[in-house]
């Protein structure tokens, strides 16, 4: 039986500015198995990234705040750990690759000397020593003549290079989760598979369970054990890669799915989703997807659906999955 490394309850993380409340995440719920993969999937504003850095602990306070929700690592609810105690779990237990790997990297400092910084500070290794774990380390993420560029400073390296060292630093405690935010956003589509075909073979290697945050549903096909959809703060469907990419069951998975270009049809136009992802200081009534949904009736613009289970461990929050859709 699979032991659950990581799991979310009933998360809420509010931002408060002079705007009014914004629930950038509304009560999302998911847990992650040792040694599998979840993709958070969903288009800029539905609340992936923040999901992310509320389970680092990473949020600008006061003005974002986990008000809230559990969220159990091994057991432990680091919603309740003092700052200290999160230091100790970041980087050594959790880890996360951020989107932009130039803003993640200090320019001013080698690749090599803000590797050996982990191990400097983690492990109390001797900067020579740490200077060898780093070579050490980027000879694992595939990076040609590590003795050499270990001495190179950030703007040396090409993009592929630059983000997988930001891979290096992450996984050089060996941490038992490592979260990826877009980690193949500003790269191109060759370094793309180039950096998930390393990814994944690392996970392999280190037994790192493994979080993906994503806008591209292709790439969750390639990497998720299972899936989260969200939209505007909350979860629209849940379940396992297979479940949800063969039987989708909400309009919003719909719309993602169809939007993605398939090389085999000639198409004269792609598929788009009507309309934009709604503020979080004025998320609609009801179905928060109901503006742009092609099968939205009254019951969706007066009532909030709710996340129904639509078959074995295949969840969704639709009207049309609930008895109010056929009276």
Not at 77 to 84: A, G, I, N, R
Not at 127 to 141: D, F, G
């Amino acid at each position: 039986m699979s032991e659950t490394l990581l799991e979310v309850k009933n998360l809420s993380t509010h931002f408060f500015t002079e705007r009014g409340v914004a629930p950038a995440v509304d009560g999302v719920s998911f847990r992650l198995e040792k040694g599998k993969t979840l993709g958070i999937v969903g288009e800029s504003g539905s609340g992936k990234s923040v999901t992310s850095l509320s389970i680092m602990r990473l949020l600008q306070e006061p003005a974002g705040r986990i008000v809230d929700g559990q969220i159990l690592f091994n057991g432990r609810d680091l919603v309740k750990l003092t700052e200290k105690e999160m230091q100790e779990i970041r980087g050594a237990h959790i880890s996360m690759i951020f989107q932009e790997p130039m803003t993640a990297l200090n320019p001013v400092y080698t690749v090599g000397t803000q590797i050996a910084e982990v191990f400097i500070v983690r492990q109390k290794m001797k900067k020579k020593e740490a200077r060898q774990k780093a070579i050490e380390m980027l000879r694992l993420v595939g990076i040609p003549s590590p003795e050499t560029r270990v001495d190179n400073y950030p703007h040396q390296l090409s993009g592929g290079m630059r983000q997988r060292v930001v891979i290096a630093i992450a996984l050089a405690c060996n941490p038992e989760l490592l979260i990826a935010d877009e980690p193949t956003t500003a790269l191109d589509v060759t370094i793309q598979a180039q950096i998930l075909e390393l990814m994944k073979n690392l996970q392999k290697q280190l037994h790192t369970s493994l979080i993906m945050i994503t806008h591209d549903l292709g790439i969750i096909s390639e990497m998720a054990d299972d899936v989260v959809v969200m939209y505007c703060g909350q979860i629209v469907e849940s379940g396992t890669m297979k479940e949800v990419f063969h039987h989708m069951s909400h309009p919003y998975t719909e719309g993602l799915l169809n939007s993605i270009p398939r090389l085999s049809e000639e198409v004269e136009e792609l598929t788009a989703i009507e309309g934009m992802v709604p503020s979080l200081y004025d998320i609609p009534k009801g179905c928060r997807f109901h503006p742009r949904c092609p099968y939205a009736r009254e019951i969706c613009r007066s009532q909030a659906p709710e996340l129904l289970e639509v078959g074995p461990g295949h969840c969704s929050r639709c009207h049309r999955y609930s008895k109010a859709w056929e009276e």
